[in-house]
């Protein structure tokens, strides 16, 4: 029953070589290799379609999309987040000056609970950032209500939902931005890449800037930026991988539903489950243990799996606002966050990927199942 191939996580998404060669040649061709060239236009107005955004920039990764999103609000003072997500979601915040405020989150979707955002809320506050956690949907109402009240902007850590829709509207339609990423374990992906939709079009010039060391033209630098452009390279990447994106979906479909079936009924072992009205990012396939009633804990699976060649991964772990560096702060303070702290030793990310045999899941379920 043991795994002779190592089965991980993730595989990347790779595009045909050949298709690949044939839209190099075009940039050899063209001598052009980085700054708004034409594969980056091309994918820009491509992806533009397939999210069905109006307003979307492209950047070297998600990380920086976030970071310059943020500095393009203007925020200031304290932002209310999750301390369940990736380092790069507070990290933003950090390089922005800005101070995370956590917030604990819900447990059936591990996304913020909007319930108690209100009692964080400051005159120093200026925006909510959310994660849509694996690809589950904020509670997306309930945060644009608090926000109109106290006037405050929000963002979208959307890293997990390329594509994803959430009552019939492509999920960007929510907030005021949403970040994608396009690294290579993501779904879509451009080697290293990431995207911004936004809803006030006229922020375009300014990330813009943001983006190209806020050169303006050949005689003006009118802001401090970085350099976070995507280039022709990771473009034509981002082409051919779109094309097979469809495809990837479907199987993933049917691989989740092969897991689901065979996991249903395990005392202990609870799916994320998906909202209603929501169309799966098919990103992660994540189950929570609960350990007194599966017998086992979350970190007792992880390792055992591995003696069957399966790699898992607990994620995210640790929470964001464990970060010695937020240790002064009241929000980070663990008795603040009981849920982030029960999930964050629940939640194990199982192998998911297109290429995944479905003979495969089984078996990986059977361990689940037998292993106890
Ligand atoms: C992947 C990821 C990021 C970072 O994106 P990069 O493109 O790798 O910079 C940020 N937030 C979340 C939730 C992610 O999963």
Sequence with gaps: M?????????????????NVYKRLDEVWESKWLTNNGPQ??????????????ENLSLFNNGTSALLLGLRALNLTGEVITTPFTFPATVQALDWNNLTPVFCDIDPTTLTLDAAKIEPLITEKTSAILGVHTFGNPCNVEQIQLIANKYKLKVIYDGAHTFGTNYN??????????????????????TVEGGALSFNDGSLVERLNLLKNFGIANSEEVVLSGLNAKLNEIQSVIGLEVLKLVDT?????????????????????????????????????????????????SRDWLYEKLKEYNVFTRKYFYPLCSEFEWYDHLESARKENLPEAQKAVTQVLAMPYYGELQLESVEKICKVIRDCV
């Design 40 to 53: 980056h236009n091309f994918l820009e107005s491509e992806l533009k379609q397939y999210l069905q955004v």
């Design 2 to 18: 043991i795994h002779k191939d190592p089965i991980y996580i993730t595989r990347p998404l790779l595009p045909n070589l050949q």
């Design 248 to 296: 990837e979906r479907q199987k993933r479909h049917e691989i989740k539903r092969v897991y689901e079936q065979n996991l249903s009924d395990i005392p202990g072992i609870k799916v994320l489950t998906r909202l209603q009205g929501e169309s799966s990012s098919y990103q992660y396939f994540v189950i929570q243990i609960d350990e007194e009633k599966y017998g086992k």
């Design 168 to 189: 019939n509207k492509p999920i960007s339609e929510y907030g005021d931005m949403t970040m994608f990423s396009f690294h290579a374990t993501k779904l879509f992906n």
